[in-house]
């Protein structure tokens, strides 16, 4: 098993700046403002020879407010599954209630821990720790995490205090394993978070009546019937004009990066609310990376008849630009109809990585134009000779031929229609790439080709 290593602290501590140090990437949301991570967020990281995972976690506080109150239960969760936990506490701040609080909890869980003071860049290192000391049998380590410093230090403390290999259990090794990732996306309040903790079985996210709840794009690996997935819970993406502040424009650059990282995204619609022109924005950024899709419309369950008929004819109006994906009515608060949108996520995962084999396109490409020749352009028609796969995730399919670049967009969009349907290529956009051969006969060529000597006759 791996261990585990929870990040626990008072908001903007830096905690999530240190979880981004160790697992070295940049996916923790970081900026100077108080409880911006909400829900856990795990990674991967290296101390000394062992490999373990890092979880950056919400702020503690004293506040009763709801969103307040979850994030301590996702924190308590954290502390209860990991098997190091780091206290961060800051410099600059010294020792307040809170702190001492977060500590006494963790002498009631039993859970080996050990402080990190943060924030000591510019202050004596004797005199920043002195006020800690009193807080734990162990002396604290300071650390300045945005600049990196006392980082390695602070590793091989972690790594003196792991369990052995054969000691107490961490977290299921499928969290180092990638699997299938899926990217849940959609407008704010639509019931992301809660179609996560369905498909989990279990409260990981934050989920209440309030908009904007989900901040950063949340990770959460787990396996389903063998196969692995890694969920990718993100910020609700809202219209630009309606985006402020500088924490939720982060907030939806990182959706942006979860939609490109994922291999599938599932669009999360309300059906209570209707679908609007944001949804199709959000569609757009989804084909702009290639991404196979699969839409979900929530909030399915207690519908009249009148309103699921409009639904359903409203999702063929604005979609139909995506036919290609499968639509699901789920309930995520109920479990109505989530149990078939895993299953949807694997047929769309297995055609955005099919392996089309060369001879297989080009017998299609042939079909095609015996059966609907390209138009008459300028006097000529354009030919069209052999196909091959140009990558995956999306399907490329290169398409050879001479005067290609006057292929009208009809009829791509008819050669896309035909291979779609001979390679059963559902729920993954398909791209084509056409190029022309070069022609030796061009007034180019001939003007770069060698001119022959005249013999001269005696």
């Keep these: 098993m791996t261990p585990v290593v929870a990040l626990v602290g008072r908001p903007n501590v830096g905690k999530s700046t240190l979880f981004n140090v160790l697992t070295h990437s940049r996916?923790?949301?970081?900026?100077?403002?108080?409880?911006?991570?909400?829900?856990?967020?795990?990674?991967?990281?290296?101390?000394?020879?062992?490999?373990?995972?890092?979880?950056?976690?919400?702020?503690?506080?004293?506040?009763?407010?709801?969103?307040?109150?979850?994030?301590?239960?996702?924190?308590e969760a954290a502390i209860e599954e990991a098997d190091v936990v780091l206290v961060l506490m800051d410099a600059r701040d010294g020792v307040l209630p809170a702190d001492s609080a977060v500590i006494e909890r963790l002498r009631r869980n039993g859970k080996p821990f050990r402080i990190v003071v943060n924030k000591t860049d510019g202050l004596d290192p004797d005199a920043a720790l002195a006020d800690f000391h009193g807080l734990a049998g162990e002396a604290p380590v300071g650390i300045a995490a945005s600049q990196g410093r006392g980082v390695a230090r602070l590793a091989d403390s972690v790594a003196a205090m792991l369990p052995g290999i054969d000691g107490a259990p961490g977290t299921d090794e499928t969290i180092a394993a990638g699997g299938v990732r899926v990217a849940i996306v959609g407008r704010p309040n639509v019931g992301k978070s809660t179609l996560v903790n369905r498909l989990l079985g279990e409260e990981r996210m934050l989920a209440i009546d309030q908009p904007g709840t989900t901040r950063d794009?949340?990770?959460?690996?787990?396996?389903?019937?063998?196969?692995?997935?890694?969920?990718?819970?993100?910020?609700?993406?809202?219209?630009?004009?309606?985006?402020?502040g500088a924490v939720e424009k982060f907030s939806a650059l990182k959706t942006l990066e979860a939609i490109k990282a994922a291999n599938v995204v599932i669009l999360v619609l309300d059906a209570r609310q209707g679908l609007a022109e944001q949804d199709q924005h959000v569609v757009g950024h989804v084909l702009d990376a290639g991404r196979a899709l699969v839409v979900a419309i929530n909030k399915w369950d207690g519908l009249d008849r009148y309103t699921k008929d409009r639904v359903r004819a409203d999702r063929e109006r604005r979609f139909g630009f995506v036919d290609f994906a499968e639509?699901?009515?789920?309930?995520?608060?109920?479990?109505?109809g989530v149990g078939d949108l895993l299953k949807a996520v694997d047929r769309a995962h297995g055609a955005a990585m099919a392996n089309l084999q060369t001879h297989q396109l080009t017998r299609t490409l042939e079909d095609a134009v015996a059966e609907h020749q390209p138009p008459l352009v300028g006097g000529a028609r354009v030919k069209l000779r052999y196909a091959h796969q140009g990558g995956s995730n999306p399907p490329t399919i290169v398409v050879h031929g001479n005067r290609v670049d006057r292929l009208p967009a009809a009829y791509k969009r008819y050669l896309e229609k035909r291979f779609r349907e001979q390679f059963g290529l559902r729920g993954t956009p398909v791209r084509f790439e056409f190029r022309s051969g070069e022609n030796p006969y061009s007034k180019k060529d001939r003007a770069q080709r060698p001119k022959k000597k005249r013999s001269s006759r005696s």
């Design 27 to 75: 996916r923790a949301l970081v900026a100077d403002v108080p409880g911006l991570t909400r829900d856990r967020q795990y990674g991967m990281a290296r101390v000394g020879e062992r490999d373990i995972i890092v979880v950056d976690t919400g702020g503690l506080t004293d506040e009763r407010e709801a969103l307040d109150q979850q994030m301590a239960v996702q924190t």
């Design 217 to 244: 794009a949340v990770e959460i690996p787990f396996e389903r019937d063998g196969q692995t997935y890694t969920l990718i819970d993100t910020a609700g993406l809202r219209r630009r004009s309606r985006v402020a």
């Design 327 to 336: 639509t699901r009515y789920i309930s995520a608060l109920h479990g109505t």
